[in-house]
């Protein structure tokens, strides 16, 4: 059995290891910050979507924004994932791994120009989420100048509540996502209208890191009877994309089994959707597939004391793993090499940015650390690279694929001449 987690201590007194990998040795070889996935654990956490969700006709769409490493496509598209992109860029990324997969790709995003709709369209990808009256209006006008038919789906927004941070929810009426699900019928009768359009799904995203089952299976109920609506309206709807947001657990001292949460998902979702008749289900994950797959890590540089507070200061920072500074989110951090009789100290571990916001953990009681050790933030393979910047002119980590004993650089160290390339004096 594959276990939550792919990084542990093989033993008392070995360091850290990924899998076959010791991470103490990783990062001799490529430096630090460095972000490291396990490959068998992102195909694990893809199976477990295709057995949960096994009795019915299905395809699973990872959500290309939580972790975009071109080596992370290729393994799911390998592994006969399809993708959600929100961009252009994104589109990109997926024509570079396999051109022919754009048919397994569907297209989210409140704000699609008509470049990147060109693009989608040339490319032949399977479905366009439609998230506005306006955007509905623009792909007809570009498809019918292009001759290009395009199936759509409208984002509905069910008004459900999503119970996680306000940043990433996204099903309630007030957000900027969809269409409120009571104008959803008007807006599918005027695409009828159009000759290149095909209504051919509805779909719905109410947010990320949910961990309760209960509203997916709230937003489901709301969309059975959309189909239902839609259908007996004439419109002929074959898919529901049911989005993303499936939680994890960040806190290691909690119990968390993916096995189990996978199943009560695919029971909140099926119980209201298996019912209808000739319907396929689109997934949307990012998070769950990809998060607990990847570590970042980094060295202590300096540990000082300002008043009462004790300080670890590292070489990764905000403009590495903004979770932290953005959401207040907690991640596990655990010392690569663990030293023998080490007593646990209360310290903020936080990053050379200039910025206050700019911390690992506060208040965090942790083995006692000193400058030159390594540790790894965990839970960071979702959200972590994909949102990442060059604040304060700092390149980005490398990031590394292990594949059982085996490691292999998938991104390469930022240079200051990577920064620099686009500007002039
Ligand atoms: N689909 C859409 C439209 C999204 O906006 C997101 C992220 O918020 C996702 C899928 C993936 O969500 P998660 O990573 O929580 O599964």
Known sequence: MISTRPFAHPDARSPLFCDGVSLDTL????????????????????????????????LVCYSVKANS????????????????????????????????SAQRVVFS??????????LALRSGILIFNIESAGELDLLAERASKLRKRARIALRVNPDVFAETHPYISTGLREHKFGVDIRQARAVYKSAAKQKYLDSSGVSVHIGSQIRSADPFG???????????????????????DVGGGLGIEYHSEHSFNPEDKIQQY?????????????????????????????ALL????????????????????????????????????????????????VVDVVGPVCESGDFFARD??????????LVAILDAGAYGLSLSSNYNSRPRPAEVLVDGKRARLIRR?????????????
């Open 218 to 240: 709230a937003a489901a109920e709301r969309i059975a009877q959309l189909v239902r609506e839609l259908r007996a309206d004439g419109l002929p709807i074959q898919s529901v």
């Open 413 to 425: 160290r930022e240079t200051m001449d990577d920064l620099l390339a686009p500007e002039q004096i």
């Open 109 to 118: 995003g409140v704000g699609k120009t008509a470049a990147e709709i060109d």
């Open 69 to 100: 490493a071109l080596a992370i496509l290729k393994l799911l598209d390998k592994n006969g994932a399809g993708f959600d992109i929100v961009s252009g860029g994104e589109l990109e990324r997926i024509l570079r791994v396999n051109k022919a």
């Open 266 to 294: 695919a029971l909140a979702l099926l119980r209201k959707l298996r019912p209808i008749e000739n319907l396929r289900l689109l997934l949307e994950p990012g998070r769950f597939i990809v998060a607990q797959a990847g």
């Open 298 to 345: 980094t060295r202590v540089l300096y540990v000082k004391k300002n008043g009462e507070k004790t300080f670890v200061v590292t070489d990764a920072a905000m403009n590495d793993l903004i979770r932290p500074a953005l959401y207040q989110a907690h991640h596990d951090i655990v010392p690569v090499v663990r030293s023998k009789g080490a007593r646990k100290k």
């Open 364 to 373: 965090r009681g942790l083995p006692e650390l000193k400058p030159g050790d």
């Open 27 to 58: 990062t001799k070889n490529y430096g630090t910050p460095l972000y490291v996935y396990s490959e068998n654990q992102i195909l694990h956490r893809l199976r477990l979507f295709a057995g949960a969700f096994e009795s019915i006709p299905h």
